[in-house]
């Protein structure tokens, strides 16, 4: 783009955001030009921060008039996944402006959110009344509930999990054509002030009639259209709330166990998490962290057990009861605590968005993750066939931290791998990359299902399902057909009419 159509674009953004919209500092574009995936640069032409709907829409239009690449960002710093860097020239659209918690409903325990508010903030609303947000693992401050709901990253409670869509509801988007939309009972009829005064909630995802437009949005990294607001999900404040851990040298014994407790969906909290995983989690420093990462078992199960409503004691003691039945015939012994980590720290500290340092900084400053679906059954041989690549790198195994959260009530999991490396060593980064190439092309061909394909996974994804591929891009050609969306990403192309 030459310097004078640059200086007319930003004159009509502003037009359309005002001057405290628009933000062309050097310093900023660079830090939206790349992110700690290495996985490219691009070249952000400007920042444009829209308050409302109706400036989204008209920035889009404008995207459509111009033939513009818009990148939306819900979430802060730091990025890590790719998504959110341009491929080449693009208007950032950052929607930390709209940041708006609209309405939360006690009596349906749902939320309706704008994309600019974060975990922590939602959490303050809904403290008041006693519901609390199903979160992701530790997020960072700055995550957007809305961006992760929309990249379904797995919450910590799989007993609310039923389906993958679960926590998010109903949306208002604006797709790249530049038409405004509502999905599920959002959609209508009336508005939702119209909507409110009848008692509805916008809870049900379905819809129009009987298709689910939010599963077309969800994993889409941004390429059909821009979310303004959306509801999810909420769950009761528990009045009593208990963490207990499970230790094991063999992985084996905890999975048993978690299908156990999966079936009759006991426990509100459970995930696994390796002793590096673990350490870097609690662990403030370093040092500390490398101290912890020498004392912890090889795999600690975190779960906990909740009372709320009704008789909460008595709710807990009944799923203490039948967990330890379960323990017991899985071979594993439960603990109140492990080292560095008691159960009422447990509570406060994987109840709420992660403090100060993100905690996958805090060992030697970077990190990379690879993660995808499969079964806990499945789970042993991919950490060991990512340990086995691991090994051929020459890359040190107590930098590889492992997360196995079930999702879908244990119908599947979650597994990532994090491997922590200095992002001032090299060779270090460069190493890191091959092996993630080597483990991400292993685990597929094992059978891995990559519903997050990020950077190059796209390409492992999508050559196994040519009629995804195919059905997708026609979705697309309809919602953004002049391909204004986040282009390349996913299974589609740089061209400006969309799909390659």
């Given at each position: 783009?030459?310097?004078?159509?640059?200086?007319?674009?930003?004159?009509?953004?502003?037009?359309?955001?005002?001057?405290?919209?628009?933000?062309?500092?050097?310093?900023?574009?660079?830090?939206?030009?790349?992110?700690?995936?290495?996985?490219?640069?691009?070249?952000?032409?400007?920042?444009?921060?829209?308050?409302?709907?109706?400036?989204?829409?008209?920035?889009?239009?404008?995207?459509?008039?111009?033939?513009?690449?818009?990148?939306?960002?819900?979430?802060?710093?730091?990025?890590?996944?790719?998504?959110?860097?341009?491929?080449?020239?693009?208007?950032?659209?950052?929607?930390?402006?709209?940041?708006?918690?609209?309405?939360?409903?006690?009596?349906?325990?749902?939320?309706?959110?704008?994309?600019?508010?974060?975990?922590?903030?939602?959490?303050?609303?809904?403290?008041?009344?006693?519901?609390?947000?199903?979160?992701?693992?530790?997020?960072?401050?700055?995550?957007?509930?809305?961006?992760?709901?929309?990249?379904?990253?797995?919450?910590?409670?799989?007993?609310?999990?039923?389906?993958?869509?679960?926590?998010?509801?109903?949306?208002?988007?604006?797709?790249?054509?530049?038409?405004?939309?509502?999905?599920?009972?959002?959609?209508?009829?009336?508005?939702?002030?119209?909507?409110?005064?009848?008692?509805?909630?916008?809870?049900?995802?379905?819809g129009p009639a009987q298709t689910d437009f939010a599963r077309i949005l969800q994993g889409s990294q941004g390429s059909m259209g821009v979310v303004t607001w959306a509801t999810v999900k909420l769950e009761v404040?528990p009045t009593l709330h208990r963490f207990f851990f499970a230790t094991e040298r063999r992985l084996e014994r905890l999975v048993e166990f978690t299908y156990r407790a999966m079936r009759p969906r006991l426990g509100?909290?459970?995930?696994?998490?390796?002793?590096?995983?673990?350490?870097?989690?609690?662990?403030?420093?370093?040092?500390?962290?490398?101290?912890?990462?020498?004392?912890?078992?090889?795999?600690?199960?975190?779960f906990a057990v909740a009372g709320y409503g009704v008789a909460p004691r008595e709710r807990v003691d009944f799923q203490l009861h039948d967990l330890r039945v379960h323990a017991q015939a899985s071979g594993v012994?439960?603990?109140?605590?492990?080292?560095?980590?008691?159960?009422?720290?447990?509570?406060?500290?994987?109840?709420?968005?992660?403090?100060?340092?993100?905690?996958?900084?805090?060992?030697?400053?970077?990190?990379?993750?690879?993660?995808?679906?499969?079964?806990?059954?499945?789970?042993?041989?991919?950490?060991?066939?990512?340990?086995?690549?691991?090994?051929?790198?020459?890359?040190?195994?107590?930098?590889?931290?492992?997360?196995?959260?079930?999702?879908?009530?244990?119908?599947?999991?979650?597994?990532?791998?994090?491997?922590?490396?200095?992002?001032?060593?090299?060779?270090?980064?460069?190493?890191?990359?091959?092996?993630?190439?080597?483990?991400?092309?292993?685990?597929?061909?094992?059978?891995?299902?990559?519903?997050?394909?990020?950077?190059?996974?796209?390409?492992?994804?999508?050559?196994?399902?040519?009629?995804?591929?195919?059905?997708?891009?026609?979705?697309?050609?309809?919602?953004?057909?002049?391909?204004?969306?986040?282009?390349?990403?996913?299974?589609?192309?740089?061209?400006?009419?969309?799909?390659?």
């Amino acid at each position: 783009m030459t310097a004078a159509k640059l200086v007319g674009l930003k004159d009509r953004l502003r037009e359309i955001v005002g001057e405290e919209g628009l933000s062309d500092d050097p310093l900023e574009l660079e830090g939206f030009s790349s992110d700690l995936s290495g996985w490219g640069r691009g070249e952000p032409l400007c920042v444009v921060r829209p308050r409302n709907p109706r400036q989204v829409q008209s920035v889009v239009d404008l995207a459509n008039h111009l033939g513009l690449n818009l990148v939306p960002v819900s979430s802060g710093p730091p990025h890590h996944r790719g998504d959110t860097v341009p491929r080449g020239q693009a208007v950032i659209m950052d929607l930390s402006r709209m940041d708006e918690v609209v309405r939360v409903d006690r009596r349906n325990k749902v939320a309706l959110v704008e994309p600019g508010v974060t975990f922590g903030r939602l959490q303050e609303e809904v403290d008041g009344v006693g519901l609390k947000v199903l979160m992701p693992l530790l997020p960072r401050p700055t995550k957007s509930v809305i961006g992760s709901y929309l990249e379904r990253e797995p919450i910590t409670i799989p007993k609310y999990h039923w389906d993958m869509t679960d926590p998010l509801l109903c949306t208002e988007v604006i797709f790249g054509s530049g038409d405004i939309f509502r999905t599920g009972s959002a959609a209508g009829p009336g508005n939702l002030r119209q909507q409110w005064e009848a008692g509805l909630a916008q809870k049900n995802p379905m819809g129009p009639a009987q298709t689910d437009f939010a599963r077309i949005l969800q994993g889409s990294q941004g390429s059909m259209g821009v979310v303004t607001w959306a509801t999810v999900k909420l769950e009761v404040l528990p009045t009593l709330h208990r963490f207990f851990f499970a230790t094991e040298r063999r992985l084996e014994r905890l999975v048993e166990f978690t299908y156990r407790a999966m079936r009759p969906r006991l426990g509100d909290e459970f995930f696994i998490l390796n002793g590096v995983s673990l350490a870097c989690a609690i662990g403030s420093r370093r040092k500390e962290i490398e101290d912890l990462i020498g004392k912890m078992p090889p795999y600690v199960l975190v779960f906990a057990v909740a009372g709320y409503g009704v008789a909460p004691r008595e709710r807990v003691d009944f799923q203490l009861h039948d967990l330890r039945v379960h323990a017991q015939a899985s071979g594993v012994v439960l603990r109140p605590e492990v080292p560095g980590l008691s159960g009422k720290r447990a509570r406060d500290h994987f109840c709420s968005p992660c403090e100060g340092v993100y905690w996958k900084e805090r060992l030697v400053g970077g990190w990379q993750d690879l993660f995808f679906l499969t079964t806990l059954d499945r789970v042993g041989s991919f950490i060991k066939l990512v340990e086995d690549k691991t090994r051929e790198r020459s890359f040190p195994l107590e930098r590889v931290g492992v997360y196995i959260q079930p999702v879908q009530q244990g119908r599947s999991c979650h597994l990532e791998f994090t491997f922590f490396h200095d992002p001032a060593d090299l060779q270090e980064v460069s190493r890191v990359g091959a092996l993630m190439d080597d483990a991400a092309m292993a685990c597929a061909e094992a059978g891995a299902f990559f519903s997050r394909p990020y950077g190059p996974w796209a390409a492992l994804a999508y050559a196994r399902c040519p009629d995804s591929v195919a059905a997708l891009r026609k979705v697309k050609a309809m919602l953004d057909p002049r391909g204004v969306m986040n282009r390349g990403r996913l299974c589609f192309g740089d061209r400006e009419e969309g799909c390659a």
